[in-house]
């Protein structure tokens, strides 16, 4: 089983309160984007499950079971009472620890081929309450992957979906990861709840952005681009807010941090001009992708 995890960017993010768990709800739109790990999956007769990464991108060798898929893998061999006997090649083209949910959507890959190859019925609520119920216990992005939705509006922690459908023609993309580690502990620690005004006004923005979305006539996506993080990944890495002020000093780009970053995204409906932008970054920024909304 041959299948392929694409990462994420945030159009929006907003963090609303602080949960007594030590965790944050959030209101985000996650949309998936044409960059992609690619993941082979087949059984073997080992009786074990065998990880091997093939990196081309930042990855850092870790042990298999801090793996995010080696965990997807085993969880859903207990789960389903089978012989934990499978070979698993990821090939990493998503840089990790950008906020592009690589890891997470390598997870909830490795569960739904794990799942074609049993031929279990992805449609059957049973089926479906058990794969998301170990994707919610692997991680808050891995529902949304899991789901397999285009784009959609997560909140709680991340773990509750609500599909959007774009019927609007979908502005390219220029992601780039500015070769900064940011984290995301670190952001969550220093960044500030904004006043309860200031968040339901974001909210408002939000369903704003939603209903232009589920139109059929392109907009301007500048107005309704936000991410609440920005501010204290900032202050733990200027590079990111130096990159995303570089890209947004060109006409016609509209930037944005993803999640709590550190890769930065540019959006325009002219494919052209991000062409042209790609050739301006240096050549130590070497994780620059063009992709398109999927």
């Not at 960044?191 to 392109?218: M, V």
């Amino acid at each position: 089983m041959k299948i392929k995890a694409f990462a994420k960017v945030n159009l929006f993010l907003e963090i609303t309160s602080k949960r007594k768990d030590g965790y944050h709800n959030l209101k985000s739109i996650f949309a998936r984007i044409s960059l992609a790990d690619e993941i082979e999956i087949k059984r073997n007769n080992c009786n074990e499950i065998r990880l091997l990464t093939i990196n081309k991108a930042n990855f850092t060798p870790i042990p298999n079971k801090d793996n995010l898929v080696w965990k997807a893998a085993d969880a859903f061999c207990r789960e389903f009472s089978i012989k934990p006997a499978f070979d698993i090649k990821v090939v990493k083209n998503i840089p990790a620890g950008a906020g592009l949910g690589g890891g997470s959507s390598d997870c909830a890959s490795t569960l739904r081929a794990m799942a074609g190859i049993l031929g279990l019925n992805l449609r059957d609520k049973k089926i479906e309450r058990k794969l998301f119920s170990i994707a919610a216990q692997l991680g808050s992005d891995v529902p949304f992957f899991l789901s397999n939705n285009s784009m959609g509006i997560c909140s709680l922690r991340g773990e509750k979906i609500k599909p959007i459908h774009p019927l609007c023609p979908m502005p390219w993309i220029l992601v780039l990861w500015p070769d900064v580690f940011v984290s995301t502990a670190e952001v969550y620690k220093i960044f500030k709840l904004a006043d309860p005004k200031d968040i339901r006004k974001n909210l408002i923005r939000l369903k704003e952005f939603e209903k232009n979305i589920s139109q059929k006539k392109a907009f301007d996506f500048t107005p309704f681009l936000f991410n609440r993080l920005e501010s204290g990944a900032f202050l733990v890495s200027p590079e990111v807010e130096k990159m995303k002020n570089f890209l947004n000093s060109h006409k016609g780009i509209s930037a944005l941090m993803s999640g709590s970053g550190s890769a930065v995204f540019a959006l325009s409906y002219d494919r052209a001009l991000l062409l042209s932008l790609k050739r301006k970054i240096p050549s130590l920024h070497k994780f620059v992708f063009l992709a398109k909304f999927i």
